[in-house]
């Protein structure tokens, strides 16, 4: 029996061609219509980066040629060439004086001081209104000596307070004294009147000398 089906089975295949292909039809059931997803919108923590740490910048330090500036050149208007200054001094204190000196090559000497006083001037006050009475003022003194191009010697001293400036020097003018003499009043001598005299006469009247 079982022989038999083998052989019938056998039978048929043999009988199919070989370019033979069942036909598949797809099932015309509707496509599934599945709703859209809905995901929740994801939340993520901020991230926290560590501050980065950078090396300070190690800059070399700029080296710069030292600057060369020519020469000035002076006209010399006296026989002293090449002028230099050869001492000075400059104080200065917390009180409102100084003291200031210096002296140079071509035998040029300065010294002046100054120091506050307080003296008798003109003050205004905020409105612009005008007094006398008592400021604060600053006196100066000094001297200075100094070599003509002719080889002339000259000393000056000076003073300035609250009665002006003051200079000394034997190359000052000096003004001209004018020595006047006074004029006498004139003397005028007058002969006084004599009042007269009257006399009575014999009681009558008066005669008159």
Request: glycine share 6%; hydrophobic share 30%.
């Given at each position: 029996?079982?022989?038999?089906?083998?052989?019938?089975?056998?039978?048929?295949a043999?009988?199919?061609?070989?370019?033979?292909?069942?036909?598949?039809k797809?099932?015309?059931?509707?496509?599934?219509?599945?709703?859209?997803?809905?995901?929740?919108?994801?939340?993520?923590?901020?991230?926290?980066?560590?501050?980065?740490?950078?090396?300070a910048?190690?800059?070399?330090?700029?080296?710069?040629?030292?600057?060369?500036?020519?020469?000035?050149?002076?006209?010399?208007?006296?026989?002293?060439?090449?002028?230099?200054?050869?001492?000075?001094?400059?104080?200065?204190?917390?009180?409102?004086?100084?003291q200031?000196s210096?002296?140079?090559?071509?035998?040029?000497?300065?010294?002046?001081?100054?120091?506050?006083?307080?003296?008798?001037?003109?003050?205004?006050?905020?409105?612009?209104?005008?007094?006398?009475?008592?400021?604060?003022?600053?006196?100066?003194?000094?001297?200075?000596?100094?070599?003509?191009?002719?080889?002339?010697?000259?000393?000056?001293?000076?003073?300035?307070?609250?009665?002006?400036?003051?200079?000394?020097?034997?190359?000052?003018p000096?003004?001209?004294?004018?020595?006047?003499?006074?004029?006498v009043?004139?003397?005028?001598?007058?002969?006084?009147?004599?009042?007269?005299?009257?006399?009575?006469f014999?009681?009558?009247?008066?005669?008159?000398?």
């Open positions: 029996m079982k022989l038999f089906f083998v052989a019938a089975f056998l039978a048929v043999a009988a199919v061609p070989s370019s033979y292909k069942p036909e598949y797809a099932p015309s059931s509707p496509a599934p219509n599945y709703p859209a997803p809905k995901y929740p919108t994801p939340s993520y923590p901020a991230p926290a980066y560590p501050a980065p740490a950078y090396p910048p190690a800059y070399p330090a700029p080296a710069y040629p030292a600057p060369a500036y020519p020469a000035p050149a002076y006209n010399k208007d006296n026989k002293y060439a090449d002028i230099t200054i050869t001492s000075q001094s400059d104080e200065r204190n917390l009180d409102g004086s100084t200031w210096y002296a140079q090559s071509d035998y040029t000497t300065r010294e002046e001081s100054q120091v506050q006083k307080k003296m008798q001037g003109v003050t205004y006050d905020s409105y612009g209104k005008e007094s006398y009475g008592e400021v604060l003022g600053n006196t100066n003194k000094g001297s200075s000596y100094w070599v003509s191009p002719e080889g002339q010697k000259f000393t000056l001293t000076w003073a300035a307070d609250e009665a002006g400036f003051q200079p000394k020097g034997d190359h000052l000096v003004a001209p004294v004018h020595e006047y003499e006074l004029p009043a004139p003397v005028h001598e007058y002969e006084l009147p004599v009042a007269p005299v009257h006399i009575p014999n009681g009558k009247g008066y005669k008159i000398y």
